[in-house]
């Protein structure tokens, strides 16, 4: 048993030891007790200037000068309102409502919400109410979401607890398989990790077909959801991933990078269309959800100033150096016959070891942990799939440690 009384996600204590003790964060780099570390996956994706980039620390500190949490029925702020247009401002077009959370999770919970509200409002006699998913996505962690993630090790123990949802093979039948559940007139949404599929182990889909899957969605009257909150803010290349492909979803879903990584903030925004299904005298027609901590003040004071950066600095010269920097180092290992499936979509690149048990409990990825640790570097696979997913402000050396210590595990 441990010492602490910690009980650290995502972590089997029994095998694992203590990890080290984060003391000071900056740039790319987390400082513990045991040494400096470079951030090679910006601390679960959220880190996207580097740590503690001071515009927006500046930020949080002006604002807690003024304003902690307030309660955000009946009453608003400054930093929620203004972030709303910044978000609005930045978004694919015709996404015109905003509406805050806290989490990844719950920004999927909420759209999931949104569009089963939607219909409810709309088909009062028959509305709809089957969700459509891409096999193999993640999309969080609650009893909403996990329903409708990719069903395995993650969520096996509370699979009594998870509805049904329509899966789509992702690949060649894609497209056929989504035209059939469509024309069946009760699927509510398609929900979506627009051409990369994190946690599932970084798997990787071509623009095209996301577009094709929004006019499918438009032939049929399907509602459809991006998940970005990992793909969003730069990640892929492009602020948003839709981006890419040209398309603007009914609902996107954002955190992570909202903030710049340093306080947590989602945010689930809308179409006018979605919103006035639900704008009424009937008061039962409300939108039902919250948390205690809705628009935290200070939270949103860090996410205007995340979104200022993105509305005044290049940042797309920033994505492309980092996109560069990883395609060179990728390409130095794509004809290694250790890896399999070298992939890359702008700031994000994967490769698989070749190695006995595949998959998310595969031993390589704990061991590939426990050595980059020991080099001064802080890897996190995903099983026998390992990724690079740096804050933009990494430099060309300290990807070099990265992908170095990559290549030197599996020889």
């Excluded at 679960?44 to 980039?53: A, D, K, L, N, P």
């Excluded at 806290?102 to 009062?124: I, Q, Y």
């Excluded at 690949?171 to 979506?192: H, K, N, P, R, Y």
């Excluded at 026998?384 to 990265?402: A, H, K």
């Amino acid at each position: 048993m441990t010492d602490s009384p910690v009980w650290h996600p995502f972590t089997q204590h029994a095998t694992e030891p203590s990890p080290p003790r984060v003391t000071r964060t900056e740039g790319a780099t987390i400082h513990t007790d045991r040494g400096p570390l470079i951030d090679a996956i910006s601390s679960w994706w959220v880190i996207t200037h580097g740590h503690r980039h001071p515009p927006i620390m500046d930020a949080i500190r002006a604002t807690a000068e003024r304003l902690d949490q307030v309660i955000f029925a009946g009453l608003t702020h400054d930093p929620a309102e203004d972030l709303a247009w910044a978000l609005v401002d930045l978004a694919p077009a015709g996404l015109t409502r905003v509406f805050y959370s806290d989490s990844g999770s719950t920004s999927v919970e909420v759209a999931l919400k949104m569009a089963l509200g939607f219909w409810k409002h709309t088909a009062p006699g028959r509305p709809r109410h089957r969700i459509a998913v891409l096999e193999g996505s993640y999309h969080g962690d609650t009893i909403g979401t996990m329903s409708v993630g990719e069903r395995g090790v993650f969520n096996a123990a509370y699979d009594p607890l998870l509805f049904a949802v329509d899966r789509l093979p992702l690949g060649a039948d894609t497209l056929a398989a989504f035209e059939t559940v469509a024309a069946s007139g009760e699927l509510a949404a398609l929900i979506v990790e627009p051409l990369v599929l994190g946690a599932g182990g970084m798997v990787m889909y071509p623009p095209e077909l996301l577009a094709a899957l929004r006019a499918v969605c438009d032939r049929h009257c399907v509602l459809l959801i991006a998940d970005e909150v990992m793909t969003g803010w730069g990640r892929t290349g492009r602020l948003w991933a839709c981006d890419h492909a040209g398309i603007a979803p009914d609902i996107l879903c954002t955190s992570k990078g909202l903030t710049g990584g340093a306080i947590p903030l989602a945010a689930t925004l809308a179409t006018e269309a979605i919103f006035a299904a639900h704008w009424s005298e009937d008061r039962s027609r409300t939108f039902f959800h919250s948390s205690s901590y809705t628009a935290n003040p200070i939270a949103c004071a860090a996410g205007l100033a995340n979104a200022r950066i993105w509305q005044a600095e290049d940042m797309q010269a920033r994505l492309d150096r980092v996109a560069a920097m990883q395609a060179d180092r990728l390409a130095a290992l794509a004809g290694d016959r250790r890896f399999a499936d070298p992939r890359q979509t702008g700031t994000i690149a994967a490769l698989d070891l070749r190695t006995e048990g595949a998959g998310y409990l595969a031993a390589a990825g704990q061991q590939l942990r426990a050595r980059a640790l020991d080099r001064g570097v802080f890897l996190r696979p995903l099983g026998s799939t390992v990724y690079v997913l740096p804050p933009y402000c990494i430099s060309g050396d300290e990807l070099d440690r990265v992908w170095g210590v990559v290549a030197d595990f599996a020889g």
